[in-house]
């Protein structure tokens, strides 16, 4: 989990059961880091938000102005 100083946003989906997701601003010197830990987490609960294929973080994406 990102350190709660990089949060910017919690949103909430409109879908039953509610989906969750916890955004985090990552500094362009821990890019390639966070980028290593994505491609070994065992979850794999963890995507770039611009890379997102769910149209609900696609449209919070474009409403949040990031595009």
């Not at 290593?36 to 409403?63: N, P, V």
Request: no cysteine.
């Amino acid at each position: 989990m990102p350190p709660w100083d990089t949060w910017f946003a919690y949103l909430i989906s409109g879908t039953a059961p509610p989906l969750t997701f916890l955004l985090a601003w990552i500094p362009l010197s821990l890019i390639a880091p966070v980028q290593a830990a994505m491609d070994i987490s065992a979850t794999q609960h963890l995507e770039w938000l611009d890379e997102s294929s769910s149209d609900f973080l696609r449209q919070a994406y474009q409403e949040l102005g990031l595009t």
